[in-house]
């Protein structure tokens, strides 16, 4: 299995744009997490789905961001419009039981100037 | 709700010097308890983890933690660091009993010096 495929690794983009990350999770895997990293916040849970349905959406900042897992294979992290405060690394992870251990994507370099 | 304290947000050790990375947990029955490490411009990855029986967990690099529930804590250890350990650990805990997510804490960066 190749793990979790984030892409792009890197993105760059101006104010007020659409910006749109994508994962892909480990196959057979029912649970899947985005998580952003700052250096002020450090590590923070956004949102997690399990078996493509949306559990936990406590942590996405404001409506400006979505996420969308339309099948097992594949889900979007949408910021519209992007503003230089969203710069940060968004990692997606997915794993078999939501308590059992994690497998992380290599990340998505954000930076909106 | 379950919290994940890491004490020390940078830890500075000498190559071949022995480090401890500390972590605490509030208590809760039953655990399963973890430490990432994030090198650098990657992702996490898992170092070791705890799940149920011996209270001392090894990782395949020389790092080993050790489970004491009557201290809440799950600290990392490793005898004699390489430059190569270099990284962020991140301490991790779920609540085993409640089927919970994975709380993180918020990392110790550990310098290694020549």
């Known amino acids: 299995d190749a793990g979790v495929i984030q892409s792009p690794r890197h993105e760059v983009t101006e104010m007020g744009q659409e910006v749109t990350l994508r994962c892909k999770p480990i196959s057979g895997h029912d649970y899947l997490f985005w998580y952003r990293q700052t250096m002020m916040r450090g590590l923070e849970l956004l949102i997690y789905?399990?078996?493509?349905?949306?559990?936990?959406d406590s942590g996405m900042p404001e409506d400006r961001f979505s996420a969308k897992m339309p099948n097992a294979s594949f889900s979007t992290l949408k910021i519209q419009p992007s503003e230089p405060r969203d710069s940060a690394v968004y990692f997606c992870a997915s794993s078999f039981t939501l308590g059992y251990g994690y497998t992380f994507g290599s990340g998505t370099r954000l930076t909106v100037v | 709700a379950q919290s994940v304290t890491q004490l020390d947000s940078q830890v500075p050790v000498f190559e071949e010097a022995p480090v401890e990375l500390r972590c605490n947990y509030s208590s809760s029955v039953s655990v399963y308890l973890f430490w990432y490490v994030q090198y650098p411009n990657q992702g996490l990855q898992l170092l070791l983890k705890y799940l149920s029986g011996s209270t001392l967990v090894e990782s395949i690099n020389g790092f080993e933690a050790e489970f004491n529930k009557s201290q809440t804590s799950f600290h990392l250890r490793k005898p004699s660091v390489h430059i190569s350990d270099t990284a962020e650990y991140f301490c991790?805990?779920?609540?085993?009993?409640?089927?919970?997510?994975?709380?993180f804490g918020k990392g110790t960066r550990l310098h290694i010096l020549p």
């Open positions: 991790a805990v779920s609540d085993r009993g409640r089927d919970d997510k994975i709380i």
């Open positions: 789905f399990n078996n493509n349905v949306p559990i936990d």
